[in-house]
């Protein structure tokens, strides 16, 4: 293995015009001076532009003079309604580009075994043999079954917006275009998805006075971090209560008032528990959960919301003293249980307090290791901020003011039932009556994405490899990442009619970040892989022909921007360098394979359809680059002149009152006669229904019913703070992992990291964070060589002892100890905890889950 990465180093190194590898930062100057030695005179300049290093588009000034980049800085335009300051891996930007470790030609493996201890042979050929390879393959697929080819993208979808990808394939004829979010945040959108018919939502931090935050740890993470990050500390400067749970002391918890320490995975107990005291209380928001929501819906005892013949749901009527549809004449009924047509029937809202009876905060002490006392104080807490009942006028517009929040990122939601844990934490907000109110949370556009609301699909047999919105993952509207190479190993098995023979991977390193990452590899070895990297990831290393990318500071782009609260805004991305003159892209390297499919006007036409081009739209027989596109994207977007884009790179508005507070929620659920926010998710019962019938008919045999039912409940109960990962008495401590604001998911750090080694231990390598009463009782020092095993997995590593840690709980962050030997050997140190990950999956939404593992730690 070590002879193999050093021939592949020189090979790197040889492509490269690089001579020594004595340390990082000569080479990169020498790196960048060559970059330099073609231009010509002194020429400073500072190009705005997004960063893309991470999801969290931040505006970046860069300063280069003579077209080498010299310094990033934050943006100061879009402080008032975007980022203000950036993270430390943005303004090293520069050091990915620079990198001497860069793909720099394409690659073609030329030993035909796949494996970790394979040397792939790689070979140099060119981009006109690499495309003709490609292109043939896919012609030959094509005419069999395109599905058969299928496109994996991770970082990629935020690089390149996933319409291209999308729309190329719906060229081709194949369904299977994968994005990340099973990886990284699926359960948390389809959450919300599921309660309002769209995803998304932030807290109204201009006017919350107390945030409840469920593990987002925004000061190192989370995709809107830099939203966050200030608009919490502004808001703290005025007062406002932040209350973090986490079992691990995160920065963020950290930088908190208060920080709870739960117990991982039962976070959703100690809502239900708060949940049960406000309602115990009486300190709810009736009219909001009658006029808005679905709580007030007559219930049968199968649990379907009983409907008029028109298919119009019924609630009980006070003023008639019956059942009827929620219309203008009716006053609906929150409680109670009553007989309609002779069955028994129960207000949503009542089936949730019948739920509620034994959740008390002394059985949550006992579950989630939080004292009765605390869960009490914080749910009356909760309910005090929220003012419930009151109005503010702002500008004019009278508004409901409820300025409490609930927020999570992954805390809650890279679980097992990661969707219930984030129903519950809506529930509480539903509860305060909270959901777009002054002060409470924000909802994006919704009513945009309907079919969340109706019957899942339930296909069988899947159409698509990830096994999306099928039978076995109902609401997976994003893509099941992880699923890809499981059912790759064995389609039939899932009920697919056939067999993928080509996987595409554009920047995503899937294999080495899923859970039980040792599926994901043994699977790439069936397929004929393309992959198209930075760097010699683990999944390059199984690739037959890997090509060569540029950053996101060499290339264009209409820049994704992150949706903010009482803002809207339209960014690109622009060049400010091609460090080693590389000629494609994503976006190029796409356009070129649809030439040579034969499908670029079909591609053109598809494009057109995704964005939603009429008039000013791409024009079929003809190529463009991606300048040309970027450009026509913008007029389309903001209607101005695109020599305002080159120069700012982003334009923002702040949204006026109505705008921001009454064109959401208010005139989507209020009152009779409308949909409602959905309290009770019965679409879950009807979506189990089907998948109970789906499985009795194809006599399918992997799908446990009974869990399938558990996960698919439509109100969140304590089992879901019990997922399979944690049932195993044998292991005493939690594994949880987390991530550190000084490196990006794997493969992305490999510049970066020895900079920071000033930073001490978890900067270079990550280490087992663990209680320190807990490691002296086990006689465990500050770096002690421990081994951390689950049931799946053993890895070892150096302890690190904290109070910050809950004395049952260890805690790795991840994307740390790659392996590839095409990588550096810095890059190699510290644990690939994943591999002791356990991997399963939330059934709603195909979400992966992360931090639900049992082991033991003990040492080596
Ligand atoms: N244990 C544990 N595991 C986790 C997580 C966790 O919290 N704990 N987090 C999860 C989350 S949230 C996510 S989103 C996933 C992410 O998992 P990954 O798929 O690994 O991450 P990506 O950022 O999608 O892809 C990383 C790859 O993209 C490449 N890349 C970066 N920039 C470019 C570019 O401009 N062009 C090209 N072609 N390639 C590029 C990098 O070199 C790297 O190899 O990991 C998950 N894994
Ligand atoms: N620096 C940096 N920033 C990033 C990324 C990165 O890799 N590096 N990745 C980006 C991406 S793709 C994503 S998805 C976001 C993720 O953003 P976040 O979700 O904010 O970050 P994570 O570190 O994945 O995890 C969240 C927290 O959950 C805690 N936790 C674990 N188990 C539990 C539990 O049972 N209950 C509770 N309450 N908390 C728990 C962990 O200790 C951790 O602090 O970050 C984005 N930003
Ligand atoms: S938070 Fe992400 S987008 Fe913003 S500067 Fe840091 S790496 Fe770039
Ligand atoms: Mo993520």
């Given at each position: 293995m070590r002879s193999t990465r050093r021939d592949f180093i020189k090979t790197v190194v040889a492509l490269g015009g690089m001579a020594s590898l004595n340390g990082l930062m000569p080479l990169i100057s020498a790196a960048a001076e060559s970059a330099t030695s073609s231009a010509t005179g002194m020429s400073v300049k500072s190009i705005k532009t997004t960063c893309c290093y991470c999801v969290n588009y931040c505006g970046i000034s860069v300063k280069t003079v003579n077209g080498t980049i010299r310094g990033i800085y934050p943006d100061p335009a879009r402080a008032a309604v975007f980022n203000r300051g950036i993270c430390p891996m943005g303004s090293a930007g520069a050091f990915n580009a620079y990198n001497p470790y860069r793909l720099k030609v394409p690659l073609k493996r030329t030993n035909p075994n796949k494996g970790l201890n394979e040397d792939p042979r790689w070979v140099e050929i060119s981009w006109e043999e690499a495309f003709s390879t490609i292109a043939a393959r896919m012609n030959k697929i094509k005419k069999e079954d395109p599905a058969k080819v299928v496109w994996q993208t991770g970082h990629g979808q935020y690089l390149m917006n996933m319409n291209f990808m999308e729309a190329f394939f719906a060229a081709f004829g194949s369904p299977n275009v994968v994005g990340r979010a099973s990886e990284c945040i699926a359960s948390r959108f389809v959450a919300e998805g599921l309660t309002w018919g769209n995803i998304s939502c932030l807290p109204d931090l201009d006017h919350t006075n107390m945030l409840l935050n469920f593990?987002?740890?925004?000061?190192?993470?989370?995709?809107w971090a830099r939203w966050l990050d200030y608009n919490v500390t502004r808001a703290r400067g005025r007062g406002m209560k932040v209350v973090v749970m986490d079992p691990r002391l995160s920065n963020s918890a950290g930088k908190a008032d208060e920080w709870i320490p739960v117990r991982p995975g039962t976070d959703v107990v100690m809502i239900l528990a708060m949940a049960k005291v406000m309602m115990d209380d009486g300190t709810i928001d009736i009219p909001f959960l009658n006029t808005y929501t679905n709580a007030s819906n007559l219930v049968d005892e199968d649990g379907l919301i009983i409907s008029s013949g028109e298919g119009d749901p019924l609630v009980w009527d006070s003023t008639s003293n019956s059942a009827r549809p929620f219309t203008s004449d009716v006053t609906p009924t929150l409680t109670g249980t009553y007989t309609v047509e002779g069955k028994t029937a129960r207000t949503a809202y009542q089936v949730f307090v019948d739920s509620l009876k034994d959740i008390t905060p002394e059985y949550a002490e006992e579950v989630c290791d939080i004292p009765a006392a605390t869960i009490t104080r914080l749910a009356r807490e909760f309910a005090k901020a929220a003012r419930i009942g009151s109005t503010i006028t702002l500008n004019g517009q009278k508004l409901r003011y409820r300025p409490a929040a609930v927020y999570t990122f992954r805390g809650v939601t890279a679980k097992e039932f990661g969707v219930q844990n984030w129903r519950s934490g809506l529930i509480l907000e539903m509860l305060i009556g909270g959901i777009d109110a002054v002060g409470g949370v924000q909802t994006y556009k919704?009513?945009?994405?309907g079919a969340f609301f109706e019957t899942s699909k339930c296909e069988y047999p899947p159409k698509r490899m990830d096994l999306a919105q099928s039978v076995y993952y109902p609401y997976s509207f994003l893509g099941v990442a992880q699923q890809m190479q499981r059912s790759m190993s064995d389609p039939e098995a899932y009920g697919l009619d056939y067999k993928p023979e080509m996987q595409f991977f554009y920047a995503t390193n899937r294999s080495f970040s899923c859970a039980e990452p040792q599926k994901q590899f043994e699977a790439l070895s069936k397929t004929f892989n393309v992959v198209i990297e930075l760097f010699m990831s683990e999944t390059a290393w199984y690739g037959d022909i890997v090509l060569p990318d540029i950053t996101y500071l060499e290339s264009w782009h209409l820049s994704q921007t992150r949706w903010t609260v009482g803002a809207t805004h339209h960014a690109i991305r622009q060049p400010v360098t091609n460090a080693y003159n590389l000629p494609h892209d994503g976006f190029s390297i796409i356009w070129e394979l649809a030439k040579r499919t034969g499908i670029r006007d079909r591609y053109i036409e598809q494009l057109n359809e995704k964005w939603g081009l009429k008039e000013n739209k791409l024009e079929t027989g003809r190529d463009y680059t991606a300048r040309e596109v970027v450009e026509i994207l913008w007029h389309s977007k903001t209607k101005k002149d695109f020599s305002y884009a080159l120069e700012h790179a982003f334009l923002g508005n702040h949204k006026n009152t109505k705008e921001r507070y009454l064109s959401g929620v208010e005139s989507k659920f209020k009152g009779p006669g409308k949909s409602k926010m959905k309290f009770y998710a019965d679409q879950l019962v009807t979506s189990m229904a089907k998948v109970q019938e789906t499985v009795t008919k194809h006599e399918i045999k992997n799908i446990d019913l009974a869990n399938h039912k558990l996960a698919m409940l439509p109100l969140p109960v304590r089992e879901h703070a019990k997922p399979r990962g944690h049932q195993v008495d044998h292991m005493p401590f939690y594994l949880i992992t987390y991530k550190v604001s000084y490196r990006y998911h794997s493969g992305a750090n490999i510049s970066l990291n020895p900079v920071l080694r000033s930073l001490g231990k978890d900067a270079t390598e990550n280490c087992i964070l663990i209680n320190r009463d807990t490691a002296i009782k086990m006689g465990i020092r500050d770096g002690t060589m421990l081994v951390v095993e689950s049931r799946i997995g053993k890895v070892k590593g150096k302890a690190s002892l904290t109070e910050g840690i809950r004395p049952d709980t260890v805690a790795v962050s991840n994307s740390y100890g790659q392996w590839s030997p095409g990588l550096p050997e810095h890059t190699h140190k510290g644990m690939w905890i994943n591999q002791a990950l356990e991997s399963n999956s939330d059934v709603i939404s195909g979400m992966e889950s992360y931090n639900d593992t049992k082991c033991k730690v003990y040492k080596v």
């Open positions: 593990g987002s740890n925004y000061f190192e993470a989370d995709q919704p009513m945009s994405k």
